[in-house]
DNA sequence: GCCAACGTTGGC
DNA sequence: GCCAACGTTGGC
């Protein structure tokens, strides 16, 4: 089983929104990265994905699970990129920052450090272990 | 608020 | 098809 990381900017999606949305879940939209359209394609039903906050706060604060795979987004006049349904999972007890995750040796290829600005990205089995473990979870 | 990194666009 | 210009993202 596949995991992920899913950015989002605090003040356009945060954890809480995405947390009221409840099990129904919702539509993580609006991404147009040909990269980022890859890794949406690729996950799966079922699959987990770190929920990280970029600009303001900068820290894994949760785990959204994959609930609908990709299909196209109505909000892309273009039609040539999708979305997934996401849904809360369960939050981090312990938010894990971006500074924590660049002081881990182990994190260091982390996509979230390599590739910043990367909105979707691929994580590891080993790196998912780590941040749980960091995390609390 | 600044700036580096990256992606996209458009002129040639 | 190359590359300069520009816009956007996101860390600091």
């Not at 809480?16 to 949305?21: N, R, W």
């Not at 079922?46 to 795979?69: D, K, L, M, P």
């Not at 894990?96 to 590891?124: C, D, F, G, Y």
Request: aromatic share 8%; with cysteine; hydrophobic share 40%.
């Amino acid at each position: 089983m596949a995991h992920w990381l899913m950015k989002s900017e605090p003040s356009v999606w945060s954890w809480s929104q995405q947390v009221e949305a409840g099990p129904a879940g919702t539509y993580w939209n609006g991404v147009r990265n040909h990269q980022a359209k890859q890794h949406l394609m690729a996950m799966k039903e079922g699959e987990t994905a770190f929920f990280y906050h970029s600009n303001e706060e900068r820290a894994v604060v949760g785990i959204v699970e994959i609930i609908r795979t990709f299909y196209p987004d109505p909000s892309d006049e273009t039609g040539k990129f999708g979305m997934v349904d996401v849904r809360a999972k369960a939050p981090l007890p312990k938010p894990v920052s971006l500074a924590a995750i660049k002081a881990e040796p182990r994190l260091a290829k982390m996509a979230l450090v390599t590739n910043s600005r990367l909105s979707v990205q691929p994580v590891t089995d080993a790196e998912w272990e780590i941040v749980c473990g960091m995390g609390g979870c």
